[in-house]
């Protein structure tokens, strides 16, 4: 609720104020049991912030993380290990998030190993278990990451996360680094484990195709803002906030009659240490008027289950600025 991650620029004055990026400014949203929530957004949005952020790994500069109905964002580090376990995060490059020179079954085995919740037999049980369950040989026991190809370096990135009976996954990016066709076979994956032990998953992507295979809801970010969020038939199908429409124009359909027409953005996104007033997409937004210079637009519900942060959608106050209603 209200998360902020704010870093300061070192050494650097930005237009005669110390530098500040806002990687996440001001978002609040709910994630409910056994659902896929997915978070789409350029690169620099600041979806990977926020999804380091609600499991700490980067520290808040103020808002509420809750899980569970418990408060996250005051723990000690103890008391966080214990929520921790149930709350894993699978990354983007399972190479570089794997050590080199770890066997696969240590590798799998290390956080049950640091818990020292089981024996040492039990241990290697749970992980052979764990690595059948990902669909790799027994045989990748004893080998080293390099000696796997992309996909499955991934899927023991996921045995790995596993490990530790997690409830809640944040995958950040977790097939960006595979070819198309092995892509498909790790979100299947993941499908089946969330079915199988029950787990709920925040999936970060830039990638609309992956987000729309694996979410049940998608929320839209620009900026470290969340413009738009919703089930994922709304999003798809009828996209309301005009930067969901421009990217959702740009990837290709299959169906020629629902072709959409290419919505070209005019320029780069903003710095984030820099963003535009108002409404941070007004200066590439086809459709902005005089309020978006000067106000932010907050979400607000829509229809049901989709909420939007775009001053289209609130007429009322609209009605000052005289040429709204034209762009509507
Ligand atoms: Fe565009 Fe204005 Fe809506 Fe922002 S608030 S998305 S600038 S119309
Ligand atoms: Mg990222």
């Given at each position: 609720?209200?998360?902020?991650t ?18 996440v400014?001001?978002?609040s ?33 103020d808002?509420?993380?809750?899980f ?25 490059d ?7 020179r ?21 241990r ?10 990902v669909?790799?040989?027994k ?6 990451p ?9 899927r ?8 530790m009976?997690p409830k ?17 076979q790790?979100?299947?994956l993941m ?6 032990f ?10 609309l195709?992956v ?7 998608v ?13 994922k ?15 959702l124009?740009?990837i290709?359909v299959v169906n020629?009659?629902k072709k959409?027409?290419k ?20 200066t590439?937004c ?12 907050e ?13 289209l ?7 000052k600025?005289?040429n709204?209603e034209?762009?509507?």
């Open positions: 609720k209200h998360l902020k704010y870093f300061p620029i070192k050494g650097t004055l930005f237009k005669g104020k110390a530098g500040l990026v806002k990687a400014d001001d978002i949203f709910d994630v409910f049991k056994g659902e896929t929530l997915g978070i789409v957004g350029e690169s620099g949005s600041g979806k990977s912030t926020l999804g380091r952020t609600i499991l700490r790994l980067t520290e808040p500069t808002g509420e993380i809750i569970e109905g418990n408060h996250l964002e005051h723990l000690g580090n103890r008391q966080l290990q214990n929520h921790r376990q149930h709350m894993q995060m699978v990354f983007q399972p190479f570089a998030s794997l050590n080199p770890m066997r696969v079954e240590q590798l799998v085995g290390e956080p049950i190993a640091v818990q020292k919740i089981l024996s040492k037999a039990e290697t049980k749970k992980v052979e278990s764990l690595i059948e369950k669909g790799l040989p045989e990748a026991l004893a080998k080293f390099h000696e796997f190809s992309g996909g499955q370096r991934q023991i990135g996921i045995a790995r996360a596993l490990s009976n809640f996954i944040i995958a950040d990016e977790p097939v960006s680094a595979l070819d198309v066709s092995v892509q498909s790790v979100l299947n499908l089946d484990l969330q079915e199988e029950n787990l709920t998953y925040l999936f970060i992507s830039h990638d195709s987000v729309k295979h694996i979410s049940d809801r929320g839209v970010m620009y900026l470290g803002r969340i413009v738009e969020i919703g089930p038939h709304d999003i798809y199908n009828n996209p309301l906030h005009p930067y969901t429409q421009a990217l124009s740009a290709p020629f009659e959409r027409e919505i070209e953005l005019s320029g780069e996104p903003p710095s984030p240490s820099d963003p535009p007033t108002g409404c941070a997409f007004h590439r086809p459709k902005a008027f005089d309020r978006c210079k000067v106000e932010r637009p979400l607000i519900h829509i229809e049901i289950g989709q909420q939007v942060a775009c001053h959608y609130s007429q009322e106050d609209n009605k600025f005289s709204a034209s762009k509507v």
